[in-house]
């Protein structure tokens, strides 16, 4: 399950990540984290059942930070692409990626959903479903 999470100035400096692993024995895969100043925002892929993660957000909403399930995946219309590969160099995370002439794929466990492979389509040939 991908999580985006949004630390504060209170809270960006403290190791809230390393104390929720060590609490639940959570193997956690951070994919992005971006620290600007004095706020942050990470993505990480947590591997949790559903009936688990009540306790991990409570963990983080008690610490502060704000925590968003990223549930929708990326899906490529095939009628509208017109197979520029505009979408592919500004995906951060090498999600979306042209194997051929006319062959897009976009790899949903890699994709961290951060919409801006829809907003580079010039056919809006990408959206989330
Ligand atoms: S939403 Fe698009 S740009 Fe963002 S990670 Fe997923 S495939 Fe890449
Ligand atoms: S930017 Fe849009 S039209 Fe161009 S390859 Fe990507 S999905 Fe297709």
Known sequence: MKLRLTYTPENVGEPILSKLILAKGLEINIIEARISGDRGTMIVDVPLRRDELEGVLGFLKDRGV????????????????????????????????????????????????????????????????
């Open 66 to 129: 704000e925590v968003e399930e990223i549930a929708f995946a990326i899906e490529l219309d095939e009628g509208k692409c017109i197979y520029c590969g505009a979408c592919v160099s500004p995906c951060p995370v090498q999600a979306i990626r042209m194997e051929g002439p006319r062959d897009i794929r976009i790899d949903q466990d890699r994709c961290v959903r951060c919409l801006i492979c829809v907003n580079a389509c010039p056919m809006r040939a990408i959206r989330a479903v």
